[in-house]
């Protein structure tokens, strides 16, 4: 991210310490880049559109309404409807070393739009087909595709193109179904006896999160508790969910480790990665990177700075 965002710090003004805002227009969207160069608190931003605010360096304390507070690291973001407050601590920031995090406000229209075609071409199990975006705030963590869109929106946003509307309809088009996704995935699984018909793939995202540091779990032993083949299981699980077991398995694994590492600076990669679950750091290595868009080390550096 930081070579994404190269043309971008040789070229903007820094006129506030605190929330220094850059802006970038296109048709259907506006990007707002925000860098803080010092501690702060109660930080109040307020947007007229519906944004996906994306952290890109440091560490932020949101307060969001209905939301316990929570610390908001790179790879992590927020979608908020509009005329909502975020109110923001920041803890680490320096003038060497800012907190980044980009706010990216979407046009109502175009997401009325692509959310008509989306409940017209998808249903969920059959469970339902008029899926929108929450009128309430909501925290994404772990979200790889919605990572890797905000990268390719921030380098088009950022450089000059001459498709570069065209390009950024695209993208913002594919970014509100991730979001419409990643809702209906989200209510699923966390209210896996009501939504799935076949309760025995919410007995066994119970069982993950129950046993998730069990290094011993596997998709063989995850079928047997579904009582079902190997094969079917597979397909079972990916149709209701869209993803597959194993990578489930490790979002979920990750998402515990990228705790561990918040919590405390002493532990190795190593130990991370076994205290998660894994059996190779190698693998948890990779793993990681897929999922964050940078290693555990570098995410650990990341965050560490001044987290107590």
């Known amino acids: 991210m930081k070579q994404l965002l ?34 702060a608190e109660k930080v109040v931003l307020k947007f007229d559109y519906p944004v996906i605010a994306s952290m890109l360096s440091g560490k932020k304390v949101m307060h969001l309404n209905g939301m316990t507070p ?8 927020v979608v908020m409807p509009a005329q909502k407050d975020m109110v923001i601590d920041f803890p ?16 109502a229209h175009k997401i009325e739009e692509v959310v008509q075609y989306f409940n017209h071409q998808v249903a969920i199990e059959n469970e339902n087909n008029d899926w929108a975006l929450d009128n309430a705030a909501s925290h994404l963590t772990n979200n790889t595709d919605v990572n890797i869109l905000v990268e390719r929106l921030v380098h ?27 809702k209906a995935k ?16 919410g007995l066994v995202i119970k069982y993950i999160k129950e046993n998730l540091t069990d290094k011993a779990m596997n998709v063989e032993l995850l079928a047997e508790k579904a009582c079902l083949s190997s094969s079917h299981f597979h397909k079972k699980f990916k149709n209701t969910l869209g993803i597959s077991p194993i990578d489930y398995i490790n979002s979920e694994k990750i998402k515990f480790a990228k705790k561990l590492i918040q919590k405390s600076k002493d532990f190795t990669i190593a130990e991370i990665a076994y205290k ?33």
Do not use: W
């Open 156 to 182: 088009t946003f950022t450089n000059n193109n001459k498709s570069k509307d065209v390009l950024l309809d695209l993208m913002i088009q594919e970014l509100i179904i991730r979001l419409l996704q990643t």
């Open 70 to 77: 929570f610390d908001f690291f790179p790879g992590e973001s």
């Open 186 to 201: 989200s209510i699923i699984l966390t209210n896996c006896d009501s939504m799935i018909d076949d309760t025995r793939i």
């Open 92 to 107: 680490i920031a320096t003038k060497n070393t800012p907190t980044q995090c980009l706010a990216l406000g979407l046009d």
């Open 6 to 39: 190269k043309h971008h710090t040789n070229t903007r003004k820094i006129t506030t310490l605190v929330e220094n805002k850059t802006t970038y227009n296109a048709k259907y969207a506006e990007l707002n880049i925000y860098e803080t160069f010092e501690e």
């Open 276 to 308: 998660s679950g894994f059996n190779n750091t190698s693998y948890f290595n990779r793993q990681f990177k897929k999922m964050e868009l940078m290693t555990p080390q570098q995410f650990k550096v990341s965050t560490s700075s001044k987290i107590n």
